[in-house]
């Protein structure tokens, strides 16, 4: 039962354009979303967040993007710059409405590749 | 503090014998996760600890692995009688309980091959 997807395994992204990565949900109680970069042999870096009271966070040049209604979130990019070639996995929690129990479910992962 | 810190790095054992990982968290964090990444698909959740407390963990977590945290600090992970099926990438993480955000930080993994 995959309840966070990643339906594109791969993307590629002309350097200096935008990068959109997707991500749907199916557990209605996730209320807290993130998202990770990774590089091989590296654990997932946090990347940005976002809580369901908002639609929209962003920092430089990552936005995500939450759509509650259609369990929809993305990642925007840009400019994309060759160092943001990794895998980029969506994680979801219940953080807001059961404080007490944290742990993360993660897609499977979307390769990002920057080509210059 | 530079992060979270996991050893080994790599570790290759026999099928059968028991193996133990060891995490560091980050130092004022008081939460600690272990999950598991096989080839293709994100990191799956095993356990957690909040201080020496293990709260949860997952129906992933058979009778053959035990985690610990004693005093809050370090965990452990271990692994008795390592079957092909465990081979994966083990990761840590930590966090703080916050009230107006919430991330964890992973370590770098141990990844694991039982031949």
């Known amino acids: 039962d995959q309840q966070v997807k990643q339906n594109s395994p791969s993307l590629s992204v002309q350097e200096g354009r935008i990068s959109i990565l997707n991500c749907d949900y199916t557990?209605?109680?996730?209320?807290?979303f993130l998202w990770y970069k990774k590089y091989p042999a590296e654990g997932p870096t946090f990347l940005i967040s976002?809580?369901?009271?908002?639609d929209k966070n962003e920092d430089g040049r990552f936005t995500v993007f939450l759509n509650k209604s259609a369990k929809h979130l993305s990642l925007h990019i840009v400019p994309s710059q060759p160092g943001d070639s990794a895998v980029y996995f969506c994680?979801?929690?219940?953080?807001?409405?059961?404080?007490?129990?944290?742990?993360?479910?993660f897609g499977t992962g979307t390769r990002l590749t920057i080509i210059p | 503090d530079t992060g979270v810190s996991q050893d080994p790095r790599h570790k290759i054992t026999k099928r059968g014998q028991n193996v133990t990982f060891r995490c560091d968290p980050i130092?004022?964090?008081?939460?600690l996760y272990w999950y598991r990444q096989t080839l293709g698909q994100g990191p799956e959740f095993l356990t957690y600890?909040?201080?020496?407390?293990?709260?949860?963990k997952s129906r992933l977590l058979s009778d053959r692995f035990s985690a610990e945290r004693p005093k809050g600090s370090f965990s452990t992970l271990e692994i008795q009688r390592t079957e092909q099926g465990d081979s994966a990438m083990y990761l840590c993480?930590?966090?703080?309980?916050?009230?107006?955000?919430?991330?964890?930080?992973f370590g770098p993994g141990t990844r694991l091959t039982v031949t």
């Open positions: 994680a979801a929690t219940t953080w807001i409405s059961n404080f007490g129990n944290e742990k993360l479910t």
């Open positions: 130092s004022e964090h008081n939460r």
């Open positions: 993480a930590s966090s703080f309980q916050g009230e107006s955000s919430y991330e964890q930080y």
């Open positions: 557990n209605s109680m996730f209320d807290y």
């Open positions: 600890f909040q201080n020496e407390a293990q709260l949860e």
């Open positions: 976002i809580s369901s009271i908002k």
